[in-house]
Structure formats: C-alpha cells, structure tokens
Nanobody
Framework: QVQLVESGGGLVQPGGSLRLSCAAS????????MGWYRQAPGKQRELVAA???????NYADSVKGRFTISRDNAKNTMYLQMNSLKPEDTAVYYC?????????????????WGQGTLVTVSS
C-alpha cells in the first residue's frame, strides 16, 4: 500500500508564488521518477515537470524558467516551487509516481497518483 498526498495549493495573485509538496508513504522500497501534472477546467491533464531519483529534470515549455521541481529521496517527498504565476496556471495539480517498487512485491512496479491540490491564480 502506497499513497501520495499533495499539499500547498491555494489562492494567489498573478506574479505570486506557491510551493507544492507531495509526500509518499507506505511500504516503499524505491521510487524512480516522480512528476507533477495539472488539469485546468475543460482541458486535458498535462505533465508540468518530472524528476528522477538521480536529479534529472524535465519541464513543460509553458512553465520553463518559472517552476522548479525538486525531491528529497530520504523523505520520499517531492516539491514544486512555482514563481511568477499566471492565471493560465490555474488548475488542480496532481502528484504522480509511475514506477514505485514496494517492499511487499519487489518484482514489479506500481503507478500511484495523488488526489490533487487546487491552485487558483486570480486578482
């Protein structure tokens, strides 16, 4: 049993900043890559940023230079620092771990999603 729980969402004015956190818990042996997705009203879910356990990162063009993804492997926690926020950043942000190896079954991996946290950018 593995869970991802997001926190840090809220209401912020354009140009402001927020820091999202994603905490993984349960029978975790290893988590390779983790990522942040978002889904705005009436739009498809999209990948915002991703990071591997080795620290390699990837960003959507729309957030490049404004958002920074990081992780603390010892704490099984991932972060998304969001600066210079725009109204189009408004969405529910989801934490994703596509390849979680558990202590209960080391011969396969699981994909795990959090339930999401709402970010609203508005004046």
């Amino acid at each position: 049993q593995v869970q991802l729980v997001e926190s840090g969402g809220g209401l912020v004015q354009p140009g402001g900043s927020l820091r999202l956190s994603c905490a993984a818990s349960g029978s975790i042996f290893s988590i390779n890559a983790m990522g942040w997705y978002r889904q705005a009203p009436g739009k498809q879910r999209e990948l915002v940023a991703a990071i591997t356990s080795g620290g390699s990162t990837n960003y959507a063009d729309s957030v490049k230079g404004r958002f920074t993804i990081s992780r603390d492997n010892a704490k099984n926690t991932m972060y998304l620092q969001m600066n210079s926020l725009k109204p189009e950043d408004t969405a529910v942000y989801y934490c994703n771990a596509p390849r979680v190896v558990t202590t209960l079954d080391p011969y396969r991996y699981l994909e795990v999603w959090g339930q999401g946290t709402l970010v609203t950018v508005s004046s």
